[in-house]
């Protein structure tokens, strides 16, 4: 059987790597839409491409230039403009199967769409959980969905537990979650102050999208991804531990109440988890080469120092308040990192904005995704007002 295959946000990084995984498969898979931001040179060419019968692009003049390049080129691909473009491509019922690759809550309606409309899910998208939370996770329940992890370490661990999520309680002690420490895991904490984007982007093994990047830099991304984890798994938050691992070999793994470790390695190439979600429960190449023991020496592993990584500690304490306090941290962090990357604030002050707005915002009762998707809202113009001020 052939899937027909959404693909969101397939520009980006993980985007690009999910077309390269489908195109070794043609038999299995066919591209039904592809959704981007604003780049019209990239989704034009994967359009011409893949023929796909959908594409959307999300700024309205790029789309409309998009529509008129198609034209030209004789392409059958329709360019839908509607608002809620993304949620149709998404919740289509002739699609089998959603790629989740837009970056930040800006994914979490699309992903929402895909979840009730109980489509096969795979989540690159970790903010579209960490605004949605339990909210989320009901979403897929109540549709129907199968939702596959792409993040690596989420794959990872989803690889290591039994099937039957019934008895994950009684059978693991805790997952510990793998990070690389970023490119200024060996840095002076002290110089921190003073790095650029251009030097925070500058990722040891992976090229990436630039927010993922500066997440991986604050290690606000392992942060994002205990959270995830949180509401992937059903684990309370003291059962998440993360260990840092330079070589990212090990994706992460699961200790089991009888000390027996599950750990699922690999080569550093997100077409693995890519390939693992889209044919889940068979195995499919990737392209990405296999591991050489022998090449590889040693693997290592330590602590992530709270100084030098202070916000990483966030993710626990966001996880132990009222539900809702995972979507202030979340967007506190968007709107702090695009500070950041415009230069507005330094490096280290991507902290300052999360903690101080996990201070100021103490949400409770949020009981629907509506409100979630305010509350997310209020924190944004917050944030941008703490940096208007940091700035002064
Ligand atoms: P990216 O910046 O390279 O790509 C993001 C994609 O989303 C692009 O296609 C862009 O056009 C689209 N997009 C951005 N803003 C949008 C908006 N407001 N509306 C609609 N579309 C929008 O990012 P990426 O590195 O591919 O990461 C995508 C997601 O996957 C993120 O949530 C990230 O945390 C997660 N992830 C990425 C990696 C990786 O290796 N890159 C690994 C694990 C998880
Ligand atoms: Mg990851």
């Keep these: 059987m052939t899937l027909q295959v959404t693909v969101l946000g397939s520009t980006g990084s993980i985007g690009v790597n999910t077309l390269d ?48 390049r198609l034209k030209d080129a004789g392409s059958a ?29 800006a994914g979490l309606r699309p992903s929402l769409a895909a979840a009730r409309a109980g489509k096969r899910l795979m989540l690159a998208n970790k903010e579209a959980l960490v605004v949605g939370g339990q909210l989320f996770m009901d979403a897929v329940e109540q549709g129907g969905a199968t939702l596959l992890p792409i993040d690596s370490e989420h794959s990872a661990i989803f690889q290591c537990l039994p099937e039957d999520p019934a008895t994950w309680p009684e059978r693991v002690d ?18 921190l102050a003073a790095v650029t984007p251009q030097q925070a982007c500058n990722h040891p093994n992976f090229a990436m999208g630039r927010k993922i990047s500066i997440d991986s830099a604050t290690m606000m991304n392992k942060a994002l991804e205990v959270i995830e984890a949180r509401w ?27 000390a027996s470790m599950l750990a699922q390695l690999g080569t550093p190439d997100m077409r693995v988890p890519i390939a693992c979600g889209l044919a889940w429960p068979e195995r499919i190449a990737s392209g990405a080469p296999a591991l050489d023991f022998a090449a590889l020496g040693a693997l290592t592993f330590e602590e992530a120092d709270a100084h030098r990584f202070p916000g990483l500690h966030l993710s626990w304490q966001a996880l132990r308040a009222p539900e809702g306090t995972t979507t202030v941290l979340n967007a506190a962090n968007e709107i702090a990192v695009a500070g950041f990357l415009d230069g507005a604030i330094r490096f280290d002050q991507i902290h300052r904005v999360n903690d101080s707005l996990l201070g100021q915002v103490q949400p409770n009762g949020v009981d629907s995704i509506e409100a ?21």
Aim: aromatic fraction near 4%; charge should be neutral.
């Design 232 to 258: 992937l798994f059903g684990l309370p938050p003291d059962k998440i531990r993360v260990v840092i691992h330079p070589q990212q070999i090990i994706h992460s793994m699961v200790q089991f109440n009888d």
């Design 174 to 191: 805790h997952i510990v979650l793998t990070a690389s420490g970023g490119p200024f895991r060996t840095r002076d904490p002290a110089t």
């Design 77 to 105: 691909t329709a360019v839908v403009d509607t608002p809620d473009a993304l949620e149709q491509i998404a919740a289509h019922p002739e699609v089998d199967a959603v790629m989740a690759a837009i970056v930040g809550a």
């Design 372 to 392: 979630l998707l305010a509350l997310d809202g209020e924190v944004r113009v917050r944030a941008h007002a703490l940096i208007q001020e940091l700035r002064a």
């Design 21 to 68: 995984v489908i195109a070794r498969h043609p038999d299995r898979y066919r591209v039904f839409a592809l959704s981007a931001n604003s780049r019209v040179d990239e989704l034009l060419a994967q359009c011409l491409r893949f023929a796909p019968r959908y594409a959307v692009m999300a700024d309205p003049a790029q789309a409309r230039l998009l529509a008129a």
